[in-house]
């Protein structure tokens, strides 16, 4: 009688112990999925200093000292802003846009353009100058992502 009640209790302490198993099996897994949320939001901050650093230093002068004589070294107040948005909307989608996505997507957002050329052929334009300054580049599928420069800068 004594034996059973022993391998009664060996047996219900057993089911302690699986059942403890498995809720600090769940809270680990419930933790790593927390980490891994923020190691992405650590990630996509990081890029979104990084492209706010390229356009501080395109402002303030490095760009435009690199401008051939007789040129306007400075560009005016909406290709700089068209720039930064085109940046900042990239940093944000991790997958890239293509051109008239990115038009599309600045309108909708309330981008201001008061331009005579069309305003999808203006990004395209632009973009096109950020591809040669290596501030975006174009993946095999099409889609525009920041570019080397944009993510090492600091």
């Known amino acids: 009688m004594v ?3 022993n391998n009664m209790t060996e047996a219900s302490q057993k089911d302690r112990y699986r059942s403890d198993l498995e809720r600090v099996i769940a809270e680990r897994r419930d933790l790593e999925a ?16 990084d492209a706010l650093r390229v356009l501080l230093d395109l402002d303030s002068g490095k760009a435009k000292s690199a401008a051939p004589a007789g040129t306007a070294g400075a560009p005016s107040a909406n290709e700089s802003g068209l720039r930064a948005a085109i940046v900042q909307l990239l940093f944000e989608t991790p997958g890239g846009l293509k051109p008239i996505e990115i ?6 957002r309330g981008f201001k353009y008061a331009g005579k050329t069309p305003f999808p ?3 395209n334009g632009e973009i096109h100058r ?3 300054a290596k501030l975006v580049y174009r993946r095999k599928n099409g889609n525009m ?9 600091a």
Request: glycine share 4%; net charge positive; proline share 2%.
């Open 3 to 5: 034996g059973e009640a």
């Open 34 to 49: 927390q980490a891994a949320k923020i190691a992405a939001e650590i990630v996509r901050l990081n890029r979104h200093v």
């Open 103 to 108: 038009a599309r997507t600045l309108l909708e």
């Open 121 to 123: 052929a203006r990004v």
């Open 130 to 132: 950020m591809r040669k």
């Open 145 to 153: 992502v920041p570019g080397k420069r944009a993510i090492r800068a």
